[in-house]
Each structure stands twice: as C-alpha cells, then as structure tokens.
C-alpha cells in the first residue's frame, strides 16, 4: 500500500493548524508562557522504561536512576532547543515551584530535574482548561470523528518515528516527530557548575 504525493503534500499544507491550534489554547487562561508549558508537560509525561544499570565503576553503582527525573540536555534534546533555552524554560519553572534539581544518585555532580506535585497540578488544571476550551471549538464535530482523528494522528506519529532516517541535519534527535516522551531512564540534569 503506498499514499501518492499530492496526498501528503496536502498532509504537509495542513498539519500547521495542529500547532497554531496548541499554541492558541495553551496560552488562553495561564500565566505560563507556552514554551513553558511545554517544557513542563513534556517533563511530566515521561513513561518510565526499564533504566539500564550503572556500570560497575561508577559511583553509586547499581543505583538506578529515579525514573521521574531527567537530565536538562534530554529536555533540551526533546523539545528541540538549545540548551540555554531549555535552562531558562527550568529556571521558571522551579521559580514557581513546577520543577526541583536533585542530585543524581550515580553521578553526583549532576542534578536531575523532578516535576513537584505543584506542577504536576499546573499540568492537570492546562490541559483541562485546553480540553474545555478545544471542546467547545468542535461541537460539529461526532465523538467517532474527534477518536478517528486522534488515532490517525498517533498511528502518523508512531510511524514517523518508526521510519525516522536518522538525525536530522538541523539538529533534531532521530525519532524526533514534536515534543517526544522523554526517555526517563536517561534521567535530566543540569550539571553542576564550580
């Protein structure tokens, strides 16, 4: 089975209104700037795959990483910014409380990057306000309709991450297709600085 050109050239013309629509209703109704958001729900929706073992050697060997933690390069990686952005994104966050450094517990002079129970809250109440706010912009629309888009849109997803060629000359992680789960058994950190 193949799809023709003209149809993914009109997929290509098309998929910006999925972003313009994100950006339209995170910002209504928050006091987060949306890349903040981002940031912060990208944090906080990590799965947690099995965590490879610390190598003999290491300080604190068989130690495994928090799996609710990640390192700041990761995030940085994942919503496809420079590190500097991705470390001011942190810093507001854990001025309000969404986010906490701790130590890693294999490598102590790097600090991991924890979402609080505050901002795990943040998160519920943004995405809830985004939910009401998307459901009353689509009252035309069918529940079947809304859940056959939503199914087609994680099956594009879960095959462009699939066939992802590798890294992306401009900077992107393989695999990259948007903000993407953070792998949180490669917990996020900042490193210390002297």
Known sequence: ????????????????????LKRGIRRSGTTVGTSVLTALATLDGAPAPAAPSA?????????MPDPSCC???TLA???QVDL??????????IEMGAVV????PTDRRVHLLRVTESGHREIVRARDRAAEQLATRLTSWSEDDLQTLVSL?????SDLRRTDPGPDPGGAPPGT???TPLPSARPISTESRP
């Not at 500097?84 to 966050?93: E, G, I, K, P, Y």
């Open 77 to 79: 990686d994942q919503l």
């Open 101 to 104: 450094r701790v130590p890693d």
């Open 153 to 157: 849109l994680g099956r594009l997803q």
């Open 55 to 63: 190598p003999a050697t290491a300080p604190g060997a068989g130690t």
């Open 1 to 20: 089975m193949t799809v023709s050109t003209q149809s993914c050239a009109e997929l290509l013309h098309r998929l910006p209104v999925l972003a313009q």
């Open 177 to 179: 297709v948007g903000p």
């Open 71 to 73: 390192r700041l390069g």
């Open 84 to 93: 500097s952005v991705a470390s001011r994104q942190v810093t507001q966050l």
